[in-house]
């Protein structure tokens, strides 16, 4: 069965640096997605992406959030100047369309110390 | 976006049916109820999607009354693999539509 792929499954970082994560979707998936997770708490909704631009975005996604499509396979989210309160889960989604589920990945724990 | 009761933990045995009830008493006309199985450390797994009346899959069943103002994930026979976190969500059908989850049923399958 096809699966979101999603690397790496554990990035550390300094405090202040950017992060790239990069994820794989589904490869005749359309609509793409990055959701969080902090420890012990509720997957939460970044942003979504379709058509190499963002069709929504949460709260938490502001400016030092970016996403890109770089490629044809590649979907990619992008934390400037990390601080501590980004460590997390971050999971990454797809779906081919309407009426389909979402597909997760198995995510990038991200540390910051 | 309709709001989503379930409990916090349930315990079981394995072999036994495990039956997890969601309250979406504000459910509107246009959402679906899926269900999402989280295991530590891994995303979540689709499990089952429906909008009323009965669904089953080769992993579980889903009963959702005429009301549709709550839904039962049905887990037969569960295994210690079954052990994860059940995930009840509301919502439509379209890709604008984001996943809102809630804290989940935690499902501990003893020996």
């Known amino acids: 069965e096809p699966e979101v792929t999603q690397t790496p499954s554990h990035q550390v970082t300094q405090m202040g640096q950017e992060v790239i994560l990069r994820c794989v979707p589904i490869?005749?998936?359309?609509?793409f997605y990055w959701y969080r997770q902090i420890l012990g708490q509720k997957v939460e909704f970044l942003v979504s992406f379709y058509n190499n631009e963002i069709s929504e975005k949460s709260e938490i996604f502001d400016d030092q959030f970016s996403v890109e499509r770089p490629d044809g396979s590649n979907f990619t989210l992008k934390i400037r100047s990390t601080k501590l309160e980004d460590s997390a889960m971050y999971f990454c989604?797809?779906?081919?369309?309407?009426?389909?589920?979402?597909?997760f990945g198995d995510g990038t724990r991200l540390s910051i110390l | 976006l309709a709001k989503t009761t379930q409990p916090i933990s349930m315990d079981s045995y394995e072999g036994q049916e495990v039956n997890i009830t969601c309250s979406h008493n504000?459910?509107?006309?246009?959402?679906?109820i899926t269900w999402y199985q989280q295991f530590p450390s891994q995303g979540p797994r689709f499990i089952i999607q429906?909008?009323?009346t009965k669904v089953t899959n080769e992993v579980a069943s889903l009963f959702i009354p005429a009301d549709r103002k709550s839904s039962t994930l049905s887990l037969p026979r569960v295994s210690l693999s079954d052990t994860a976190v059940y995930y009840c969500?509301?919502?439509?059908?379209?890709?604008?539509?984001?996943?809102?989850f809630g804290k989940g049923t935690m499902l501990l399958v003893s020996p």
């Open positions: 490869s005749n998936h359309l609509y």
């Open positions: 989604a797809s779906t081919p369309g309407d009426a389909q589920p979402q597909h």
């Open positions: 504000n459910i509107a006309t246009n959402d679906y």
């Open positions: 969500l509301v919502g439509e059908l379209i890709v604008t539509s984001t996943l809102t």
């Open positions: 429906g909008y009323k």
